[in-house]
């Protein structure tokens, strides 16, 4: 196995990379380039999570005891920490255990009448597709637009789709599959002339890129806490740019004012959206992450994990029997070697290489109809991944295609 500490000079300029890698220890043991999966979480994270278990772990907004106080007031701070980083107000973030559950509070919450349109797209993730798709069964019709074949939506698509009984338009900002940015503004202008609502998955997005739902005008924005952000599995969140729209779809206590055998009066966004006891230790965890990426800087994240991906396009681009998919500009990169199933070059970059890919659908199913192939292998950098692993897993794959491409 190759040593993969950092030889000197091959540090980010952009970043401070050397420093950031101490953070994240399982960086010594392989390369990982599974990033849009999700991402490995810094130690200072972890160690805040820790402090929750070992100082006041107690239940979220329940009890009048001090480890309770202190509780509660760490979720709250992690909200506005969340809230700020996405230009939005407190009221308007509901934490939720991941993007899809997110989704979900949206389709399901917003109320709907027979007869009323819903567009989605084909190019995203099952978490935006099949939430939608399911309220056929309420009556709702759903129509779904078509990427080209480079991972690209575009505005005309949605003209020809759209019309005055439109009453949401759900699509990704950037796609976990192509790695390619979508024009969330002009998707959102369209969708405002017809009363459209728009919701936005952002769970490839927040924390690769400047992400401000304030500039973006959207209504929703689902976000992963798992992935750009760095923060621990089991954590998202929903912003909601007016929760009166939005219905409770999931019940139970905390998020009650009174109940009685005939009436239930909910709490004010946006605790009514967040019944049961949360993942605290998570929430916590995701405000120091979010901390943690501010203090590198968004803007350096974007232009490091660019450049990563601009390596590895170019760099299996020229390798014989490899194609590249799409007009991706980010860290995810989707490819095929020729005449090789993606799982098998994903077992090979692991179990020779070292290197940890995504094969498969990627939650993407309806796309690769559109692709002609069942799946692909997808490597995608964080801001910790060095110049030297991608070129590990550029030569990994040249090697595989040479040899039995
Ligand atoms: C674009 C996109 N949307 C939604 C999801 C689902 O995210 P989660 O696993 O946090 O629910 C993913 C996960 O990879 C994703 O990439």
Same mark, same amino acid.
């Given at each position: 196995?190759?040593?993969?500490? %950092?030889?000197?000079?091959?540090?980010?300029?952009?970043?401070?990379?050397?420093?950031?890698?101490?953070?994240?220890?399982?960086?010594?043991?392989?390369? @990982?380039?599974?990033? $849009?999966?999700?991402?490995?979480?810094?130690?200072?994270?972890?160690?805040?999570?820790?402090?929750?278990?070992?100082?006041?772990?107690?239940?979220?907004?329940?009890? $009048?005891?001090?480890?309770?106080? +202190?509780?509660?007031?760490?979720?709250?701070?992690?909200?506005?920490?969340?809230?700020? =980083?996405?230009?939005?107000?407190?009221?308007?973030?509901? =934490?939720?255990?991941?993007?899809?559950?997110?989704?979900?509070?949206?389709?399901?919450?917003?109320? =709907?009448?027979?007869?009323?349109?819903?567009?989605?797209?084909?190019?995203?993730?099952?978490?935006?597709?099949?939430?939608?798709?399911?309220?056929?069964?309420?009556? #709702?019709?759903?129509?779904?637009?078509? /990427?080209?074949?480079?991972?690209?939506?575009?505005?005309?698509? &949605?003209?020809?789709?759209?019309?005055?009984?439109?009453?949401?338009?759900?699509?990704?900002?950037?796609?976990?599959?192509?790695?390619?940015?979508?024009?969330?503004?002009?998707?959102?202008?369209?969708?405002?002339? @017809?009363?459209?609502?728009?919701?936005?998955?952002?769970?490839?997005?927040?924390?690769?890129?400047?992400?401000?739902?304030?500039?973006?005008?959207?209504?929703?924005?689902?976000?992963? *806490?798992?992935?750009?952000?760095?923060? /621990?599995?089991?954590?998202?969140?929903?912003?909601?740019?007016?929760?009166?729209?939005?219905?409770?779809?999931? &019940? *139970?206590?905390?998020?009650? +004012?009174?109940?009685?055998?005939?009436?239930?009066?909910?709490? !004010?966004?946006?605790?009514? &959206?967040?019944? *049961?006891?949360?993942? #605290?230790?998570?929430?916590?965890?995701?405000?120091?992450?979010?901390?943690?990426?501010?203090?590198?800087?968004? +803007?350096?994240?974007?232009?490091?994990?660019?450049?990563?991906? !601009?390596?590895?396009? +170019?760099?299996?681009?020229?390798?014989?029997?490899?194609?590249?998919?799409?007009?991706?500009?980010?860290?995810?990169?989707?490819?095929?070697?020729?005449?090789?199933?993606?799982?098998?070059?994903?077992? #090979?970059?692991? %179990?020779?290489?070292?290197?940890?890919?995504?094969?498969?659908?990627?939650?993407?199913?309806?796309? =690769?109809?559109?692709?002609?192939?069942?799946?692909?292998?997808?490597?995608?950098?964080?801001?910790?991944?060095?110049? @030297? %692993?991608?070129?590990?897993? #550029?030569?990994?794959?040249?090697?595989?295609?040479?040899?039995?491409?």
């Amino acid at each position: 196995m190759k040593p993969l500490v %950092e030889p000197s000079g091959d540090g980010g300029k952009s970043v401070e990379l050397e420093s950031i890698r101490k953070d994240f220890p399982v960086l010594e043991e392989v390369v @990982y380039l599974d990033n $849009a999966a999700t991402t490995q979480t810094p130690k200072p994270v972890v160690e805040e999570m820790i402090s929750f278990f070992y100082e006041y772990g107690a239940n979220y907004g329940r009890g $009048a005891h001090i480890l309770a106080r +202190k509780t509660t007031e760490a979720v709250e701070t992690a909200r506005e920490t969340l809230a700020k =980083f996405l230009g939005a107000s407190p009221e308007q973030i509901v =934490f939720t255990k991941n993007t899809t559950e997110a989704l979900n509070l949206v389709a399901n919450g917003l109320e =709907f009448k027979k007869g009323d349109h819903v567009i989605t797209t084909q190019l995203e993730h099952h978490s935006n597709f099949i939430p939608w798709t399911s309220l056929r069964r309420k009556g #709702i019709e759903v129509s779904i637009v078509e /990427p080209s074949t480079h991972g690209m939506l575009s505005v005309k698509s &949605f003209e020809a789709s759209i019309r005055e009984n439109t009453k949401v338009v759900a699509f990704t900002h950037v796609s976990n599959v192509f790695g390619t940015i979508q024009d969330v503004e002009s998707l959102v202008n369209l969708a405002a002339d @017809y009363g459209a609502l728009t919701v936005v998955d952002g769970a490839q997005s927040v924390g690769h890129m400047e992400v401000n739902v304030k500039k973006l005008k959207c209504d929703f924005m689902a976000i992963s *806490g798992h992935k750009g952000l760095l923060g /621990p599995q089991g954590t998202g969140a929903l912003y909601v740019s007016d929760p009166e729209i939005l219905e409770p779809s999931i &019940f *139970g206590g905390g998020a009650v +004012k009174s109940v009685t055998v005939n009436k239930v009066v909910f709490e !004010d966004p946006p605790y009514c &959206f967040e019944p *049961g006891t949360p993942n #605290i230790p998570g929430v916590i965890g995701l405000g120091k992450a979010i901390e943690y990426v501010k203090s590198i800087g968004v +803007k350096k994240i974007e232009k490091w994990e660019r450049e990563l991906g !601009d390596r590895i396009r +170019k760099g299996l681009q020229e390798i014989e029997g490899v194609t590249v998919y799409g007009s991706g500009t980010t860290g995810v990169v989707p490819f095929n070697i020729r005449g090789i199933h993606p799982h098998d070059v994903a077992i #090979i970059l692991d %179990e020779v290489f070292n290197i940890c890919v995504r094969s498969g659908h990627h939650c993407a199913m309806p796309l =690769f109809k559109i692709l002609k192939t069942e799946g692909s292998v997808r490597a995608s950098v964080a801001v910790y991944n060095s110049k @030297y %692993e991608v070129d590990q897993l #550029i030569e990994g794959v040249e090697n595989i295609a040479s040899n039995m491409g």
